[in-house]
């Protein structure tokens, strides 16, 4: 039986947040830059994937699985995604939760 595609979503969703995570903490931890400055380098990389994805959709030799890119569109789901999620408090206390160990 396949996943469904909520279940492919939430899949997809928490591999990409984990790569996120850990490129944020290696780039955070290596450039002693701050965190909202990383955020803000995260939130280009994620700019110009958008753009050469887009890009590859267009013309001649476009990706034949049919996406057509509207960027104002596609622009305005990306901000309001990330709206979304960073606005919502965790279901946790991430200072309440007891420390495992050490890395």
């Not at 701050?34 to 990389?45: D, G, M």
């Amino acid at each position: 039986m396949l996943p469904d595609a909520r279940a492919l979503r939430q899949d997809a969703r928490a591999e990409l947040r984990q790569l996120v995570m850990a490129a944020f903490c290696g780039v955070l931890h290596e450039s002693r830059l701050s965190p909202q400055a990383v955020l803000e380098l995260a939130a280009e990389a994620i700019g110009s994937v958008y753009r050469e994805v887009a890009d590859a959709h267009l013309g001649d030799t476009s990706c034949p699985c049919g996406w057509q890119p509207e960027p104002a569109a596609d622009i305005a789901a990306l901000q309001a995604a990330l709206a979304r999620v960073a606005a919502a408090r965790p279901d946790f206390d991430l200072a309440q939760v007891e420390v495992a160990g050490r890395a």
